[in-house]
C-alpha cells in the first residue's frame, strides 16, 4: 500500500472514530429505548401507590397524622430516576415536562393535615371550626390537585405520543 492509500484510510478511521465517538456524547439512545427506561422507572415508581393511598387514608380516619404529600415520593423518585437514565432529548424533555407538572400536582398536597375524626366531639364548636377550616382546605387541595392533574395528563399525552411513534 501506497503512503496515500494510508493516509486515507487514516482520515477514515479517525472520522468513524469521531462519529463513534459523538454519537456516545450525545447519548445515542433510541427514542425506545428512552421510553422503555422511562416506563420501567415508573412503573416500579407507581407499584404501590394505590396501597399508599389506601393505607394513609385510613390511618387518617383512625386519627394518624399522614403526610399526603409523602405518598407520592416514590413516583417523584422514579421520575427523577428516569430522568437521569434518559438521554435522548426527544423524550427526556416531555418526560422533564411531565416530572415537573408531578411536583406541582404533589405540593397541591403540602401541609394538608386530616383532623381527628374519631375523637370529635360534635359539641365543642373549636372542634367543628377545625373540621370546617380542614373542609375548606381539602376543596382548596382538590381545586389545586385537578388543575395540576389537568396538566400533569397533557404532559403525559405528549410523552405518550413520541413513545407511541418511536
Do not use: H, W, Y
Not at 439512545?29 to 415508573?42: F, G, L, P, W, Y
Amino acid at each position: 500500500m501506497n503512503k496515500a492509500t494510508l493516509t486515507r484510510i487514516g482520515g477514515v478511521a479517525a472520522a468513524i472514530v469521531l462519529t463513534a465517538t459523538m454519537t456516545a456524547c450525545s447519548g445515542g439512545q433510541s427514542v425506545a429505548d428512552a421510553c422503555k427506561i422511562a416506563n420501567t422507572e415508573m412503573t416500579k415508581a407507581t407499584s404501590s401507590v394505590s396501597s399508599d393511598v389506601n393505607a394513609a387514608m385510613q390511618k387518617a380516619t383512625q386519627g394518624e397524622k399522614v403526610d399526603f404529600a409523602e405518598i407520592f415520593a416514590p413516583v417523584q423518585k422514579g421520575l427523577d430516576e428516569a430522568g437521569k437514565k434518559v438521554t435522548n432529548e426527544t423524550v427526556k424533555a416531555p418526560l422533564t415536562a411531565f416530572a415537573n407538572e408531578f411536583d406541582g400536582f404533589v405540593k397541591a398536597f403540602d401541609g394538608f393535615e386530616m383532623p381527628d375524626l374519631k375523637n370529635i366531639d360534635a359539641t365543642d364548636p373549636a372542634a367543628m371550626d377545625k373540621i370546617q377550616e380542614a373542609q375548606k382546605k381539602a376543596e382548596e387541595i382538590s381545586t389545586k390537585a385537578q388543575d395540576a392533574s389537568a396538566k400533569l395528563t397533557e404532559q403525559g399525552k405528549k410523552l405518550q405520543e413520541i413513545c407511541n411513534k418511536g
